[in-house]
């Protein structure tokens, strides 16, 4: 129901844009959100827009990351900017950000791994 894609390897200081189709039925009711989580650590949410448009942010990538939807092609993206290693991660698509990691199996993406590494 979800699948990502744009993940990848990059530069600190680099970007990169991750996508996340999603069924129309999702993505014209929910709201939407990324989440990133390194091993053996919760995930954690780092970006959410509603269906309306409301968007909301993880203060760690406030200013470099930006999230936007179009309901013309049901995807959510998640463009990031001037990326640090510590945004190493594999980040996954959430239809359900509100629920937070606690969201159900079927809320998910597969995640797409996210490497910032000279």
């Known amino acids: 129901r979800l699948v990502e894609s744009g993940g990848g390897l990059v530069q600190p200081g680099g970007s990169l844009t991750l996508s996340c189709v999603a069924s129309?039925?999702?993505?014209?009711?929910?709201?939407m959100g990324w989440f990133r989580q390194v091993a053996g650590k919760q995930r954690v949410m780092v970006a959410g827009?509603?269906?309306?448009?409301?968007?909301t942010y993880a203060d760690s990538v406030k200013g470099r990351f930006t999230i936007s939807r179009d309901g013309a092609k049901n995807t959510v993206y998640l463009q990031m900017n001037s990326l640090k290693p510590e945004d190493t991660a594999v980040y996954y698509c959430?239809?359900?950000?509100?629920?937070?990691?606690?969201?159900?199996?079927?809320?998910w993406g597969q995640g797409t791994q996210v490497t910032v590494s000279s």
């Open positions: 959430s239809s359900d950000p509100i629920a937070g990691p606690n969201a159900g199996p079927d809320s």
């Open positions: 129309e039925s999702i993505f014209s009711v929910y709201a």
């Open positions: 827009i509603t269906s309306g448009g409301s968007i």
